[in-house]
């Protein structure tokens, strides 16, 4: 399974679907940055996504961005493939 990367808060809804449904689709471990508690991942993860929201979701290398982009590509059939790589 990829390695899933997601920036998030600690009190994020988004954040806690795009978890569960990413459990939901197998994912075991999901490697969180917390920008709330460490405000230098906030920089670093704008300038990485060019995006401010929460959560930003890296499957592997690729950039999934957020729960509705990621909920957008389980519906498509992109995810599970993703995964798998």
Excluded at 9 to 36: H, N, S, Y
Aim: net charge neutral; hydrophobic share 40%; proline share 5%.
């Amino acid at each position: 399974m990829a390695k899933v990367t997601m920036y998030s808060t600690m009190v994020c809804p988004f954040c806690v679907r795009a978890e569960m449904l990413l459990k939901q689709r197998g994912v075991t471990e999901i490697d969180k940055i917390l920008i709330d508690r460490d405000p230098e991942q906030r920089s670093i993860m704008m300038e990485r996504t060019g995006r401010r929201t929460v959560p930003q979701i890296y499957i592997g290398d690729t950039h999934v961005g957020g729960y509705d982009d990621l909920a957008a590509l389980d519906r498509a059939g992109g995810l599970m493939p993703l995964l798998s790589a």
